[in-house]
């Protein structure tokens, strides 16, 4: 994880990124993973897993624009109505209230959904059906739409850095 020098979480960096900041001089290093070193013929270093930046880096967020691919990834690539986790080729957006019936494409109005159950809804309410959704469907967050959302793979130090 990458830091800026005030501790903001900036982005996820993999390992040869990392090394390169730490040659530069231009990281501190926070935290390191418990037993990954990387060796070479003359040394071996521990991996870091968290760095900050020496100096500051003016990062400004940018207005989230609408996609299919920040929905899926919002809703955690499962179905909205039937809780399916589905693959992210095999997922669908839905229009809460539909397209048809004056319903606009935006984050509030759109969630992921499996063929089934898109199909099932086509340009009905959920009032006119027997269905509910499992999570109102928000705006995404910065750090979803920056893809600040790590793999597992976890650091038990990155709790106090992300939310």
């Known amino acids: 994880m990458l830091l ?20 530069r001089g231009k990281v501190d290093i926070v935290s390191e993973w418990d037993d990954t070193v990387i060796r070479s013929a003359d ?26 691919a920040t929905v899926k990834r919002r809703d955690n690539y499962t ?29 509030e109005n759109c969630v992921a959904a499996c063929y089934k159950c898109n199909n099932k809804k086509n340009n009905k309410l959920l009032s006119q059906l027997d269905m509910k959704l499992l999570n109102k469907p928000r705006r995404p967050k910065h750090d979803v739409f920056y893809g600040l959302w790590p793999s597992k793979i976890r650091h038990p130090d990155w709790k106090m850095f992300l939310p």
Not at 5 to 13: A, C, K, N
Not at 56 to 65: G, L, S
């Open 4 to 23: 800026n020098s005030d501790y903001r979480v900036l982005s996820f960096v993999n390992w040869t990124r990392a090394l390169k900041l730490m040659y």
């Open 43 to 68: 040394e071996s270093i521990s991996l870091p897993s968290t760095l900050r930046l020496r100096k500051r880096v003016k990062f400004f967020r940018q207005k989230i624009y609408f996609s299919k």
């Open 79 to 107: 179905c909205q109505y039937c809780g399916k986790a589905i693959n992210k080729k095999n997922l669908t957006i839905d229009h809460i209230i539909p397209v048809s019936k004056g319903g606009e494409t935006s984050y």
